[in-house]
């Protein structure tokens, strides 16, 4: 591990590189064969151990060196000393230091692919190749250098990942709920809101009596000028007026298909779940991950089903949705082994950057962080998913996995690492341009004006064995209990950059609004 | 793993076309997503020419059904009721149904008009020709949905990667059917370019099985059934009685000691007739003449039971001659004056039926262990039969197309892949547990009701008493039952969350309804010190819906 070398001065966060290995839970499969009927507490703590799980190749990504055969014993007396941050922002407990706990599965699983030929590329460092290392990335297309009997290999790992009664079964179950999320994000952005219906009105009359500031945009941009950039192009994208006869009948726009015609990132793809939804619903969807394995089982999973792929060998990337094209309406899917970070340096831009819980498993969410926002194009949106840091969430993870079921072995404190809702959103205020990059949420979260962006939080229901999407509003006891474990973000990327005026304050403030 | 073409490729394909694979396919017309992004198959082992040309004239059809009023209103809602001949419907207004146990009792259950007609007496033909024509109106150019006719299933495999199923499709024996002129605004919906020597292999993302009690999707999918026949098959026909000075919408239903008969209204002047018995009365009834056949349902709505079992015993004794049959009948009828019993109100007196349409059905009760297997599906009577007594087979069969269509809608909508356990989970979850309730409940009632011997004879009697009596199971029952609509035009928000079975109107909620039920019949139980399998039975299946519901709130 470089030390030091991906420090940021000015992150929140302020953690010189840590090489912590993520808690990784055994497996608990073969414990609870049939999650259907669990109790609700073991289903809990299966929910979390396949959060853990379904993400091995950032796991792995964390761990250094592996191009040596390791195993769990190995891993586990890798005791690794890291920095304690200088700033914590409301705990005591440092987010990002933690004993290197074992990971049974993992290491089981990564075993299995010891002979392979480019065992060094599966197990590549996330963090390596991300910042200091460019050209360790560049041998990533190596699909084509597996064999047959190792594809054979995959697709036994693969359909392991896909049974969804199986291992990663709450992972499954949680798709749809990432799903609805993003479609309300998306959707609710091109609809007239009642507050922007009436601030464009407020728009308007600010322009019939423009004020001398209007002139100098970077000085001091005042409502009318930063509307006038970002609220035009807004309203054009809005369908129907929102009124309250009409609001049952508003119409999904393009059912089926309302992500066609956008470009999307899937960071951390894993098996292909979320990726092969976002084809499905028109989008042009990018899927990359670190891990090898992981993009040899998206793709063989992608081939087959209903999923087509249209260039044989010679482009393994391209695969179309052929329901989607029948009706005119080209779905794309591509999968990629590469980090964020790379694919940030090639500049490119996407309209909506997804990464479903990663950030708890990377080792520089700073950096992270400031790379999805990289590739949200202007307009465009970063969603993520993630689980904060709270007695909650510790007693689902560690008291409960770890002490009570002894699911884990003691010891294991990955719960440092999480990040709460308000820290992301404080993050992405003072480190990624804040409220000058990215839009108010157009609620009244927006009066905490330190904070970009909006989360909601995510629960498992072990009764009607569905996640669900918890409501409420900021600020409120139930909004911070609900989303005390597993929660969602999302920022919207301004059309154009609001700058500062002179007092430092952004302009486009809640109070601003009203 | 065998080539198949893209164009041979469907997200969906349904197997059976008749009553719930229409409504099925209608239903996934109706849905936006569905719509625009999936490719549907149609396929019907039979021909479907008389759907496509019935026209609502000419004889009743024998297989009638009572569409609830909630079932109606949602076939209005996807735009279907909207194609039935309503010349062809009759509303029912009210229900009696009583027994006789002893000369003194006669326990009845009535349930009186409601102020709207809690279902309507529909042709299977007229539900399914309306189905169809509402399918040609939302896809006029198969763009979704082609429909494949006289092509059965006969054999289907998962892929290696279990993402998709392979089905070998052949053509039906009779497949030589004319194709109609008058069918030709339909035709061209149906695909006839295979050929029809060769057998041919499509592929689908999801298979659903709306293909009936036998359903082959149902035995490719390794889905055991659980339940048992009754011995007992149904007679169907046409009755033909004067216009009454009463409108002709209340349905009667009387349970004989061999089974129940049930008088069920179409028209002023035509209703039709289920008669369950055991096979060899069954066969003997049929041999009757016409007239003497008249004279028995008759007498089958009036007459004490002990007149009615002399009448049993010499038909199931002697299938013999039938001439003689009929002589000794008559005897016996003879010996009775037809209007003297009972105080009980009865349907219209009978002139004549229709012998054409005398038909009789095998009945059994049966339920699908699961109605998921591998990227299929079951619906309708491929997942349950049940004893037609309650009228529910094809209403069962319409809620599990509405949870069906909507889970699949919803799934799609997150771009979810329809034919995985994840995205279809919800259908079974929504369905399985009411299924089973009335299942059980009409199979214990059609048991208690049927069964002979004193003790059972006094729990059949206090049985309907209690039904009567105890408010909220009567509710239930009706609830079960359909009667309430629920679906209007604008409740499209019941799409994906609460379910159509709500008490509405009703001040109590389902829960407390229920919990009153409970009470009250344990208390009536234990004050007469019966323990009745039965009702215990239905009690616990309740209470199984109670925790359904409590999950799903
Ligand atoms: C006497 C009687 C009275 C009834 N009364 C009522 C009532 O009042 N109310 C009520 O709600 N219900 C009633 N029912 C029940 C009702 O009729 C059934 O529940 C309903 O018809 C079932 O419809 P379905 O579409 O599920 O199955 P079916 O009508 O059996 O349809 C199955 C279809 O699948 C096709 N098929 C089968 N195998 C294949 C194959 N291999 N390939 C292609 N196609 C295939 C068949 O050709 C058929 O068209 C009654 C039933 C009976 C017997």
Redesign the pocket.
Known sequence: MKEGTSLTSTSRFNISSVTILHLFYPQLGAQCKDQDTDPGLSIMSRSIQSLRNHKPSLFSSTIPSLSTPFSTQQIHSRSISTHLPTHSLNSSTSPFNTPTPPNNTYSQKTSLLSNHPNKSHITRSFQNSQSQNPTSARRNHSTSTVNPSEIAHFARLSSEWWDEKGEFGLLHRMNPIRIEYIRQKIQSSQYHHPFTSLSSEHNQQQQQFPSEHNKDLHTSPNQSTQRTQSQPLESEECEEEWTFSTRHQMKEENPGYWLSGKKILDVGCGGGLLSESLTRLGGDVLGIDASEKNIIMAKLHAQDGLFNLLSSDTSPHDIQYTGAERKGMKGNLEYKCMTAEKLRDQGKKFDLVVSMEVLEHVDQPEEFLKCLGDMVKPGGHLILSTISRTPLSRFLTITMAESILGLVSKGTHTWNKFIRPEELKRFVHSDMGGHSIWQLNSDSSDIQTDQVGSTQGMLYNPLIGKWVLMQGVEGTFSKKWNQGCNYLFHARKRREPVYENIEGHVVETVYGRF | MPEVSPDDTYDIVI???????LALACALLTKPSIRATSKILL????SMNKTRIWNGEGPWEN????ITAENKSWLESIGAWQHIKHSRICPVEEMIVWANPSPSSTPTLHFPPLGHPMAYMTE?QNLQTALLHRILSLDPDSSTLKIQES???TSMSLSSSGQSVFLQLTPSKSTTVPSSSSSSAVAHNTSSEINPNNERTIRAGLVIG????NS?VRKFSNIETYGHPYSTH?I?CTLHHPSSPYLNTTAFQRFLPSGPIAFLPLSATSSTL?WYNPPSITSSLKSLSSETFTTMINFAFSLPETTLNRIYQLLSSSPPSTANLTEQINEILNSVPLDTQTDQTLPPRIESISQESIGS?P?KMSHADSYLGQRTVLV???AHTIH?LA?????M?LADVRSLSNTLEIARSLGGDIGSWTNLKDYPKERYGENHLLLSATDKLNWVFKSRGKVIDGIRGIGLELLNEIEPIKKLFMSGAGAYPIYTQTSESFIGGLKGRGMRGTGKGKMEMLADGLESWWKVKDNLGLVSGMMRDVASTGLKKAAEVVEKR
């Not at chain 2, 297989?63 to 009572?66: L, N």
């Not at chain 2, 709306?210 to 009690?213: E, I, K, L, N």
């Not at chain 2, 009228?391 to 209403?395: D, S």
Request: glycine fraction near 26%.
């Open positions: 197997i059976g076309g008749s009553n719930a694979g396929l019907e082992g039979g297989r009638v059904s009572s299977n092509s059965k299933v709306a293909d009936g009690p082959p149904a169907v289920v059905f009945i309708g009577d491929a037609p009228g529910q087979g094809l209403n069969g």
